[in-house]
């Protein structure tokens, strides 16, 4: 079963306007990673926090994680048209010696216009 | 790099029929993922490998799909024999640390 549930499911907004997007998840992690997908495109990786970190920015993107809620939110400033993507949140853990997995939540469907 | 490279990138067969599905993870990444797209079920985890070595096939959906990995290069994901219900995307992932680099997947129509 997935292990990250996102909201919005679907969100649209005016170019310049900022993006917030929100993840919640069942089990303890090691890690929880954002990933972008423009369509017929595979996934790449945003950011990362650890589960010992409360705050992430890179660029325009600011990562937060609250593991007593279990939960994170990704927020988008200044938005772009070039930012219209499906955003996911995707938890990790890893097991000794044995690399690790992500499970993915369903996904955000950004759509920001011009 | 290359980055991960699978081939092909569309498939269309029809039913009963064997797909092959192939991948080539970026250099030294030791780990690899195979996952499935649907508009219905979203990004699903199948198995994944770590240095060649099947980790957890729970999330093959059954006896008709097989992975394998014969060395650090080169993966297959095979389904025989193929249905209607498995037409999706089919994506592979490689890491060599935490954060996995997708290929650009193989779009799979059973018909």
């Known amino acids: 079963s997935q292990q990250g549930e996102e909201d919005p499911q679907a969100l649209s907004i005016q170019e310049g306007e900022n993006a917030t997007m929100n993840c919640s998840y069942k089990t303890s992690i090691n890690n929880l990673q954002w990933y972008r997908q423009n369509s017929g495109r ?9 589960s010992n970190e409360r705050e992430k ?3 325009r993107l600011r990562v937060t994680l609250d593991t007593s809620k279990k939960s994170s939110s990704l927020l988008i400033t200044a938005s ?22 992500l499970i993915f939540g369903q996904g955000t469907e950004l759509s920001v216009k011009p | 790099d290359a980055g991960v490279i699978q081939s092909p990138r569309h498939e269309v067969t029809e039913m009963g029929q ?3 599905l192939r991948c080539k993870p ?7 993922f195979w996952y499935r797209q649907t ?30 990995m ?26 060599g640390g935490e954060t996995q680099y997708f290929g650009p997947g193989t779009r799979l129509l059973v018909l």
Request: aromatic share 8%; net charge neutral.
């Open chain 1, 80 to 101: 772009r048209a070039a930012d219209t993507a499906s955003y996911f949140c995707a938890t990790a853990r890893v097991i000794y010696n044995q690399g690790g997995k």
């Open chain 1, 57 to 59: 920015h890179s660029g």
């Open chain 2, 70 to 95: 014969p060395n650090a290069s080169f993966s297959t994901l095979k389904i025989q024999p193929s249905e209607p219900r498995d037409s999706a995307v089919y994506f592979c992932a490689s890491t």
């Open chain 2, 39 to 68: 508009m219905m079920r979203g990004l699903e985890l199948l198995i994944y490998f770590n240095n060649n070595v099947p980790i957890d096939d729970s999330g093959m959906p059954e006896d008709r799909f097989s992975a394998k």
């Open chain 2, 18 to 20: 064997e797909v092959t």
């Open chain 1, 42 to 50: 595979g996934l790449v990786h945003l950011i990362l926090i650890r």
């Open chain 2, 26 to 32: 970026i250099s030294g990444h030791n780990s690899l």
